[in-house]
């Protein structure tokens, strides 16, 4: 545990859990993500402190990645969206003052165009990968992966000119709202959208 780190204080904190959590296994949480653009984006959390995905055992990122993948085809069945993965594995120091620098795992579904996924993998530079376990080339490292609807995996480590939160900014001009999209802004965090994404994570996890 991270005593200045937010994740943390929510994993080791059940208070701050409450209606949020989706599942809650050994290794892992799921919870609702923050100031989401549109309905059913969640985060895979480690409850250890790392900065990436990449930080996992091998065993630990299938398992993880397991999770990701079940939640996709069931989202998949119950809001007839396609779904994706994103993460910007971090490093402790974080890119700027509010980064968050404990591994969360993004699986957001959404009907990008193309042109909103050329935006977030040419904006982070990304090349084509094999299999999810290529990430761990860039444990303690900082990269960006990103899965595409039809399962293409991409990842970068061009980091340092990036669009911060490229992947809200993306959705939320495909969305046509504002270019400067701010998921920690209080008026970002919809109340109905909350509600439905946790109401379908709690159904779908019944049939884990």
């Given at each position: 545990?991270?005593?200045?780190?937010?994740?943390?204080?929510?994993?080791?904190?059940?208070?701050?859990?409450?209606?949020?959590?989706?599942?809650?296994?050994?290794?892992?949480?799921?919870?609702?993500?923050?100031?989401?653009?549109?309905?059913?984006?969640?985060?895979?959390?480690?409850?250890?402190?790392?900065?990436?995905?990449?930080?996992?055992?091998?065993?630990?990122?299938?398992?993880?990645?397991?999770?990701?993948?079940?939640?996709?085809?069931?989202?998949?069945?119950?809001?007839?969206?396609?779904?994706?993965?994103?993460?910007?594995?971090?490093?402790?120091?974080?890119?700027?003052?509010?980064?968050?620098?404990?591994?969360?795992?993004?699986?957001?579904?959404?009907?990008?165009?193309?042109?909103?996924?050329?935006?977030?993998i040419n904006g982070c530079k990304m090349n084509k990968i094999s299999s999810i376990f290529d990430i761990k080339k860039s444990m303690y490292k900082d990269y960006w992966f990103?899965?595409?609807?039809?399962?293409?995996?991409?990842?970068?480590?061009?980091?340092?000119?990036?669009?911060?939160?490229?992947?809200?900014?993306?959705?939320?001009?495909?969305?046509?709202?504002?270019?400067?999209?701010?998921?920690?802004?209080?008026?970002?965090?919809?109340?109905?959208?909350?509600?439905?994404?946790?109401?379908?994570?709690?159904?779908?996890?019944?049939?884990?």
């Open positions: 545990m991270n005593n200045k780190c937010v994740l943390c204080e929510i994993i080791n904190n059940p208070i701050y859990l409450e209606d949020t959590i989706i599942y809650d296994n050994k290794k892992f949480i799921v919870k609702s993500a923050k100031g989401m653009v549109t309905p059913f984006h969640y985060l895979i959390i480690p409850k250890k402190h790392i900065n990436s995905m990449a930080e996992l055992t091998e065993k630990n990122l299938n398992e993880m990645y397991r999770i990701a993948k079940f939640m996709s085809n069931e989202i998949k069945k119950h809001t007839k969206k396609e779904v994706v993965f994103f993460e910007h594995g971090s490093l402790s120091s974080g890119r700027h003052l509010e980064s968050i620098v404990h591994a969360h795992f993004h699986v957001i579904a959404y009907n990008m165009t193309e042109f909103t996924k050329n935006l977030i990103f899965e595409d609807e039809k399962g293409n995996l991409y990842h970068s480590n061009s980091v340092s000119d990036v669009l911060r939160s490229i992947i809200f900014k993306a959705i939320a001009l495909q969305e046509k709202k504002d270019k400067n999209y701010e998921w920690r802004e209080e008026k970002n965090n919809d109340k109905n959208k909350l509600v439905i994404t946790i109401k379908l994570g709690k159904k779908i996890f019944k049939n884990y």
